[in-house]
């Protein structure tokens, strides 16, 4: 069996005496690495006369041209051309009322009631030259539809 190690059972070595650097060693260091680095221009080579421009001049002068060209492209671009719609429009208003409004409320055209909310309020007598149905049949109507909100009944 081997037995325990114990690290004070064991007598040190004695340690030499190092050397003193030599004198202003540590004060020159720093000077002699710097010394070795590459030295770089303390300018960057600018071509022309933005040599002659500081470079926050420079930067605003490079920001003012981005903006420029930016606004001329706009501004060169101009307004986009309004197409007449005459020939829509004057092709839907050959299409009498009474017609347009049954296609409408077909099943295949998927018209909803704000849909033709929309229609009637534009057109408020729109529905008078097919639509007879006196006051009570609206009413009755209109009661049984389902509301979601008690607010509005």
């Not at 070795?36 to 421009?53: E, F, I, K, M, Y």
């Amino acid at each position: 069996m081997k037995t325990a190690f114990k690290l004070d059972a064991h007598p040190r070595r004695p340690r030499p005496l190092l050397s003193e650097p030599p004198a202003g060693y540590f004060d020159k260091l720093p000077t002699q690495i710097m010394a070795r680095l590459p030295q770089a221009d303390t300018r960057p080579a600018v071509p022309g006369w933005l040599a002659w421009l500081t470079p926050a001049l420079r930067t605003s002068l490079a920001s003012v041209a981005v903006l420029g060209g930016f606004a001329a492209s706009f501004y060169m671009s101009g307004t986009p051309r309004l197409v007449p719609a005459t020939a829509a429009t004057a092709s839907l208003d050959a299409v009498p009322r009474t017609e347009l409004v049954g296609y409408l409320l077909t099943s295949g055209a998927r018209v909803e009631n704000s849909d033709l909310a929309v229609l009637t309020a534009a057109h408020p007598n729109i529905a008078k030259g097919f639509l007879h149905a006196s006051t009570e049949e609206l009413n009755d109507v209109l009661d049984a539809q389902p509301a979601e909100d008690l607010n509005y009944l």
